[in-house]
């Protein structure tokens, strides 16, 4: 009797121990196949449910019939092909019989689910409110410990730039200086608090924030990156709940799930644009399935780092190296959003639908005349029946088959709109493709592009309703199985959606998958949600979060540097109904916040990174702030809040870097030339250079916090941009007219919100004269500088404020938050 009949028989002869004798066996051979992921199928062989549940073919492990069972057969050699583990040592007799003893023992395990442990990473634990009473009693606790003392409080005029560029993105005016420096009212601070958080500009602020964290644009991204002319209307929405403080739960609620809450209304529906926010690919050639799959996976994704702050995404294809997030648990996240679709609708603003129903029915007239005049119902019932027969038939005529992959790239849902006939999308796409046949012949073509062109200018005098990108749950959803080494065509077991295994589960209920993990987000039992969304509040107003890696609260990422401030500041923003104004007002009317930014000697090398919080932080402005801030000081800022974005000056070899320059810039005029930064439109292969120079992100995937950079470009930037010469012209131009006795005075105050000293003044004085004599000696290079200066003032003298101006806008002061 040989050895391995003999280990066999004594198997069977005594029960099986699955945690003794199975488990390790099958651990060791998962590892061996790739990452604990045994690679034919996705599963964890170490976990009994896996494996009895098995794959997409069946079961690998049969209960009691080891013959039949996969893993037998692959880990004996006897499945064609199949040989586990595919590198390393094979498998003893020894232990390939004691795998068929469990097996025909029935394959006991002690449980039927394999729960991970409770990770004791101190970001996965409950929330417990601490007994310390506030931000100040924390912070100088801990300076108070380390020998040191907070900073004296800055000046009035420094504290009123900084509370306006932090909560609404703008310089404070003169006059809004002047009356807080004459306001001697004790509670004169906490007023401009509150007018601050009741401007409609907050919401601008804060929206810019929570863009880049949903990686908005205005285009698909990929080498066509089209335009997404109904990307707007989501920023809209966003802005709009910001300043109506809709609490953060709600917030939430909405943008994950919004088109399920019961009798949804069309802003609900809006909210889902956050989704819609991910890079598509039009490419004719690529497989609709993996550009799918990557969608999902960036929605996915992205909620795992805005709202969990955990890389998710290190997952797809294995389980993650360092945190407890197994490739099961990116799957099931994944299946939230694997049900859903994209669905565009009508969103009117108000005044829009009223002028829209007007003249709905001339428009539908002249359109129809249009088509009608040029055969075009004749020609697209046509093409209609020859793509239809190309998607049913591939491979039968590859002309046609182009065209099916053309439409498919560029139309969402392009063959159920056919199939179902549905509107005017297909007849536009009709008349600028109509295939193959209709290319072929010139009379055709001709009037397919005459009527092109009246179709566009027809639209063009059209009030259209405004629409939105959203999401909905899909009719025929598909299931969610994981993806073997992350290879969306290797399908492993099938999952369900569920929260990640470590954290608290989602709640039971009736409603919808998608809901319950928006309603889990933002739920108690949750630990991370809250502390994520207070962590970047803070970031916000001291230039890092108490958490510094605030993408990653994983065991990679930083620990806090005041572990039970961030835990109170977490409590306190959900015993405040989620209100986010609440908490930027707490944090804002805090000693600690309102400490002088000036360097101290004693902190050099204690706390060279300002952790301790001894005093605020020096801050360069965001992008798009530095643009406001110019436009502000001229008086050029055209102040209107929310709508489409616009295109302002930028070099016209910019545009000419996207695909064929299919992406052509053309400049707004009016006002619009004018409006903040945070709607200057974000092309994504050719992003406004201004913007990128000062390190906005690049909208590809959310970012959390964005770098500040120092560059000797910006500073060229700043000199010689079409924008901030236009704005140093308009600058000198104001001072000009509102006929300041001192006209030095008066625009550095635009500039700085601050008089200048005798010294500045001096210089100011002497930079201005030199200028003006450079001036009189080239009259040329005068007009050039000030094309248009005021009437009665000399082309030298204008010239010379508009260098000033110039001057001004450079300084290290004008770009920097103290």
Not at 286 to 295: A, G, I, K, L, Y
Not at 517 to 538: E, F, G, I, K, Q
Not at 590 to 596: E, K, V
Not at 642 to 660: A, C, D, F
Request: proline share 8%.
């Amino acid at each position: 009797m040989g050895i391995a009949t003999l280990v066999l028989f004594a198997a069977v002869a005594s029960p099986v121990d699955y945690a003794r004798d199975v488990e390790p066996i099958l651990r060791r051979n998962c590892y061996a196949c790739h990452g604990s992921m045994q690679q034919m199928n996705g599963l964890r062989l170490d976990r009994p449910e896996d494996a009895l549940r098995g794959s997409h073919s069946g079961p690998v492990i049969v209960a009691g019939q080891s013959a039949q069972s996969k893993l037998i057969q692959m880990v004996s050699g006897q499945a064609a092909g199949k040989l586990m583990p595919p590198a390393g040592a094979r498998l003893t007799a020894a232990e390939i019989a004691t795998l068929r003893a469990w097996i025909d023992q029935g394959a006991p395990t002690p449980i039927t689910q394999h729960p991970r442990p409770a990770p004791s990473h101190w970001a996965f634990q409950p929330i417990r409110r601490p007994a310390a009473p506030g931000i100040d009693t924390m912070i100088r606790a801990t300076l108070q410990a380390k020998g040191l003392a907070p900073s004296p409080e800055a000046d009035k005029v420094t504290l009123l730039r900084r509370l306006s560029f932090d909560l609404t993105g703008l310089p404070p005016s003169p006059a809004e200086v002047d009356a807080f420096l004459s306001d001697a009212r004790p509670d004169a601070y906490e007023r401009v608090v509150d007018r601050l958080l009741a401007s409609p500009h907050y919401g601008e602020k804060w929206a810019r924030h929570w863009l880049d964290l949903a990686r908005y644009a205005d285009s698909d991204g990929y080498e066509k990156d089209l335009f997404r002319p109904s990307a707007w209307r989501w920023r809209h929405w966003a802005i709009e709940a910001l300043n109506r403080d809709m609490p953060f739960d709600q917030f939430t609620i909405e943008q994950i799930a919004g088109d399920l809450l019961p009798g949804a209304t069309a802003d609900q529906k809006v909210a889902t644009g956050f989704h819609r926010n991910t890079l598509k690919n039009r490419e004719a050639g690529v497989n609709r399935e993996e550009t799918r799959f990557e969608e999902v996976l960036d929605q996915s994704n992205t909620v795992a780092t805005v709202w969990l702050g955990l890389t998710v995404r290190c997952a797809q294809c294995h389980d993650h190296k360092y945190d407890p997030i197994t490739q099961k648990d990116h799957y099931q996240l994944f299946a939230f959003f694997n049900s859903a679709e994209d669905r565009d609708l009508d969103a009117p603003l108000p005044g829009e639908m009223g002028p829209y129903l007007r003249l709905r029915p001339e428009y539908e007239q002249k359109r129809r005349a249009v088509l009608e005049e040029y055969g075009i119902p004749a020609l697209q019932a046509r093409w209609e029946t020859r793509i239809l027969r190309a998607m049913d038939h591939p491979g039968k005529d590859l002309d046609w088959d182009f065209s099916v992959t053309g439409i498919r790239a560029s139309v969402d849902h392009a063959e159920r709109n056919l199939r179902q006939g549905q509107g005017h999308r297909l007849t536009d796409y009709f008349v600028s493709s109509p295939g193959p046949d209709n290319a072929k012949d010139k009379e055709v073509t001709a009037k397919l592009r005459q009527a092109r062109e009246k179709l566009r200018e027809l639209d063009r005098t059209f009030p259209a309703l405004s629409r939105a990108l959203t999401i909905a749950e899909d009719p025929a959803p598909v299931k969610t199985c994981i993806a073997v080494r992350g290879d969306y065509r290797r399908k492993g077991v099938e999952v369900q959606p569920a929260a990640p295994s470590f954290l608290p589960p989602l709640p039971a209920g009736p409603e919808p998958p998608r809901m319950r993990l928006a309603r889990w987000l933002v739920s108690r039992d949750n630990p991370l949600t809250a502390r994520v969304a207070v962590n970047r509040m803070w970031q916000e107003f001291f230039g890092a979060g108490l958490v510094r890696t605030s993408e990653d609260f994983g065991t990679q990422g930083e620990r806090p540097t005041h572990p039970e401030l961030l835990d109170w500041l977490a409590a306190e923003f959900m015993d405040h109904g989620w209100s986010m104004k609440y908490m930027h007002r707490l944090m804002v009317t805090s000693a600690t916040y309102r400490q002088s930014s000036r360097g101290r000697e004693d902190l050099k090398d204690q706390d060279p990174d300002n952790r301790l919080l001894a005093r605020q932080s020096r801050l360069r402005l965001p992008a798009e702030l530095i643009r406001d801030a110019a436009l502000a000081a001229s008086g050029l800022l055209y102040p209107v809040v929310g709508g489409k974005s616009v295109r302002p000056v930028q070099p016209e070899s910019v545009s000419k870097l996207t695909y064929s320059n299919g992406a052509p810039w053309q400049e707004s005029e009016g006002p619009d030339r004018y409006r903040r930064g945070l709607y200057v439109h974000y092309q994504r292969t050719s992003p406004y250079p201004l913007l990128v120079n000062f390190d906005e992100p690049d909208s590809n995937t959310a970012c959390t916090r964005r770098g500040r950079s120092n560059t000797p470009l910006q500073a060229l930037n700043l000199l010689n941009d079409p924008v901030f010469l236009e704005t140093a012209q308009a600058l000198a131009m104001r001072v000009v007219a509102e006929g300041a006795s001192d006209r030095f005075e008066r625009m550095f105050r635009l500039c700085l919100s601050r008089p200048p000293d005798p010294a500045e003044k001096d210089r100011l004085a002497t930079f201005f004269d030199r200028q003006k004599t450079i001036f009189q000696k080239d009259p040329a290079a005068a007009r050039q500088v000030a094309p248009a200066p005021a009437p009665g003032v000399d082309p030298a003298e204008a010239a010379s404020l508009v260098a000033l101006a110039r001057a001004l806008i450079n300084l290290d002061e004008f770009i920097t938050r103290e």
